[in-house]
């Protein structure tokens, strides 16, 4: 599982990216994280090692939020990814890991 982090917001390795597309993702944290909606974040992604990918980063707005008991899910927008061909690499892993699974 990937983790994801938000400088001085989301920080340390208990923020695991729980789905990713081209056009959104979803965050699952066990931290109150303080992300307004509608503003717009960095949000550093480090794949797991068994991707082979480095880590990149995402610019994406807070769409909604879900608590669920001892975590919160907290799911985003993608506005844009300053380093693409990282992020379309690991949407692509993650679509090849999925279909043979």
Not at 38 to 53: F, G, K, M, N
Not at 77 to 85: D, F, L, N, R
């Amino acid at each position: 599982m990937a983790h994801a982090r938000i400088s001085k917001i989301m920080e340390g390795d208990n923020n695991l990216l729980k789905d990713l597309s081209i056009t959104g993702c979803c965050i699952e944290c066990t931290a109150l994280a303080d992300i307004q909606p509608d503003t717009r974040y960095l949000l550093e992604v480090q794949p797991e090692r068994a991707s082979h990918i480095g880590a990149f980063e995402l610019q994406v707005e807070r769409k909604w939020v879900r608590n669920a008991g001892y975590s919160t899910e907290l799911g985003f927008s993608i506005i844009s990814s300053p380093k693409g061909k990282q992020f379309q690499r690991y949407v692509d892993y993650l679509s090849y890991r999925n279909s043979h699974s």
